[in-house]
């Protein structure tokens, strides 16, 4: 009799980042506090896993990201106030956010990589497949990439990645997946890994984006990884052992994303999305887009 896994209950959002390309705007503010239209970007990523079905989220997070603990709480101060002048518009925007999901947070204290903020998640997780949703990319609600996810990996067991194909000269931006096909189209399996390749030596231009589903033995092949690109313990390396050796943690395969993604750890990107998103909104897109175009012709 085949013993079923365990549904998938639990994100872990690593937010520990110190956001320095968003310097100075970031000194005081946590980078995934910046705003995407009216909302922060990291609250994006957790209506995603929301929607997803992952209700238990836990945030790792660092010295002077209290805000993020903030903006999921509850403050009675400010509602009221928009109670007694009857603003019930406002006044759901600002309950969403406190009754999205079960919000948790652990601090990642000292600031080791990637892969060190995945193992802080271990006690939290314990022996349950979960799933890590990395702030800086946000996924349109209309492209479900990480139920996809799910599904592949309730279907074969082990841990999934993201994966999008780019342009060979930005691969080294990014982790690199060596794959091999499936029968399904969007579906491959990832027989090695490595972490932001020259594009010479890249085994594919399929790039890992910010989303996982993992297994949870890459927690004891974390505890064991040695640090490896900039110092850093690499979620990539860990995940390249177990495309090795199924019998570690069953094998790793790839969902090929193509649709919708903003990708708000750039600047110029972080931008777009905002005018991409502004444009699709019924409140904002009619007036914003033909602002939009009259200042394009304008510059032309």
């Not at 957790?46 to 403050?75: C, I, Q, W, Y």
């Not at 990832?190 to 030596?201: I, Q, W």
């Not at 399929?206 to 850093?232: K, M, N, Q, S």
């Not at 019998?247 to 750039?266: A, I, L, Q, S």
């Amino acid at each position: 009799m085949t013993q079923s896994l365990p549904r998938i209950s639990k994100a872990v959002i690593p937010a520990a980042g110190l956001g320095t390309r968003f310097l100075p705007a970031t000194k005081a503010t946590p980078k995934e506090m910046l705003p995407v239209v009216d909302k922060p970007a990291i609250q994006y990523v957790v209506e995603e896993a929301v929607s997803a079905g992952l209700d238990d989220v836990l945030m790792v997070t660092g010295r002077n990201k209290r805000p993020l603990e903030d903006h999921f709480d509850r403050n009675y101060e400010l509602e009221s106030a928009l109670e007694k002048k009857g603003d019930a518009n406002r006044l759901a925007k600002v309950q969403e956010s406190s009754d999205l999901a079960t919000m948790h947070y652990v601090r990642q204290g000292d600031p080791r990589g990637l892969g060190h903020a995945v193992l802080c998640a271990a006690p939290h997780v314990g022996q349950e497949p979960f799933a890590v949703l990395l702030g800086d990319d946000l996924i349109d609600p209309r492209d479900p990439l990480l139920q996809r996810m799910i599904e592949i990996q309730e279907l074969y067991g082990g841990s999934v990645v993201a994966l999008m194909e780019v342009a060979p000269e930005q691969i080294h931006l990014y982790g690199c997946a060596a794959v091999e096909t499936t029968p399904d189209r969007d579906v491959v399996k990832v027989s090695g890994l490595v972490e932001k390749p020259e594009p010479a030596d890249a085994p594919s231009n399929y790039a890992i984006i910010g989303r996982y589903v993992l297994d949870p033995a890459v927690f004891d092949v974390l505890r064991e990884t040695e640090p490896g690109r900039g110092g850093e313990i690499q979620l990539t390396d860990a995940l390249q052992l177990l495309s090795q050796d199924e019998k570690v943690g069953g094998p790793v395969h790839g969902v090929v994303f193509k649709g919708r993604r903003y990708d708000t750890g750039d600047r110029g990107d972080y931008l777009r999305a905002i005018v991409r998103l502004a444009c699709e909104r019924e409140d904002l897109g009619p007036d914003f887009r033909s602002w939009l175009r009259s200042y394009v012709t304008e510059e032309m």
